[in-house]
């Protein structure tokens, strides 16, 4: 815990968690000395994590960077912890991360959401200004600090913020890159027109829009072509829409092609519902049943895009006609 300008930080049984603990209470002693204070839990919490999660030692370290793998932060366990959540449906819609209460009693959840929330609002440029400018109001911790926040946001871009927490807390996981996983959605992008659309998904990115908006009643008629390559080691693993089966990420094929139909409006209650995601392959049929974006990628872990090479060229056409 930090005390003014003094830290106290029990040994861990690793020394990644031991320096990860000494940044995150150095950043509480920090926005008290600049700032007065440090804001309700979500922002005191999510920017401590935001900050201290890093790469490297000593004079090498450089923080804002998520852990490639396991093995270099161990006992860390915000991931396995977000997993274990995931599947059993217990992930919390971003509101209400932000009215998290003053004490969380050592809940590593809602540490970890906490940070999935100022990691959200940090990686996107709409959002940064408005994280950046919190810090200031860190003397307040009441609902005033959320109400300025929102604000600045401004209330006609939050069903995009609620939609691309929904793609993080789905995704996030070791090696997770910003770089690749940027969703480009918007409020502004226009209706489809039931013409069809063709775009390319390159193999090395996490979910890309087809660019459009959905109405409920549409049906779609979703087909890909084209081969990819998701590594060169020990020779080419070549891959089509289909995927290769003989390895598989979350249950389905290497390499297959997905799509994911994302709501504009933000989630009802307490709790984020699951993603639906569905196998495209060659070909699939989708019908929208409320309006949304379409989401689609490559079937890859997230710290693995790297080795990917290539993109599927996608068709989505009117399927009733």
Not at 24 to 36: D, M, N
Not at 100 to 126: E, F, I, K, Q, R
């Amino acid at each position: 815990y930090a005390s003014g300008n003094s830290i106290w930080v029990l040994a861990q049984p690793s020394e990644y968690y031991t320096r990860h603990l000494l940044l995150h209470e150095g950043v509480h002693s920090l926005a008290f000395a600049q700032f007065g204070g440090a804001g309700p839990t979500w922002f005191m919490e999510g920017s401590a994590e935001l900050l201290a999660t890093h790469h490297g030692q000593a004079a090498s370290t450089q923080i804002n960077k998520i852990p490639k793998n396991r093995e270099s932060a161990p006992y860390w366990g915000r991931f396995k912890l977000m997993d274990q959540l995931r599947q059993v449906g217990d992930v919390p819609t971003i509101e209400s991360v932000m009215r998290y209460p003053p004490s969380l009693s050592g809940n590593v959840a809602t540490y970890s959401w906490s940070w999935g929330a100022a990691m959200l609002m940090s990686a996107y440029p709409d959002y940064r200004p408005a994280l950046l400018a919190a810090a200031r109001n860190g003397k307040q911790t009441g609902p005033g600090f959320n109400r300025q926040f929102y604000r600045q946001i401004s209330q006609r871009k939050w069903p995009v913020v609620a939609a691309r927490w929904r793609i993080l807390c789905n995704d996030l996981d070791y090696g997770f890159e910003w770089s690749r996983e940027r969703v480009a959605i918007s409020e502004a992008d226009p209706l489809w027109d039931e013409q069809p659309l063709r775009i390319t998904v390159p193999a090395d990115r996490g979910w890309q829009s087809a660019g459009v908006r959905f109405s409920p009643g549409a049906r779609l008629l979703v087909r890909g072509s084209g081969q990819i390559v998701l590594d060169s080691q020990p020779k080419p693993w070549i891959s089509h829409p289909s995927g290769v089966t003989i390895r598989y990420h979350r249950g389905r094929p290497l390499g297959q092609l997905l799509a994911c139909v994302l709501p504009n409006a933000p989630a009802a209650g307490e709790r984020v519902a699951p993603l639906q995601v569905v196998a495209v392959e060659e070909q699939a049929t989708l019908s929208i049943d409320e309006h949304c974006w379409l989401l689609l990628r490559v079937n890859d872990h997230v710290g693995d895009l790297g080795n990917n090479r290539g993109v599927f060229d996608v068709t989505i056409s009117d399927a009733a006609r």
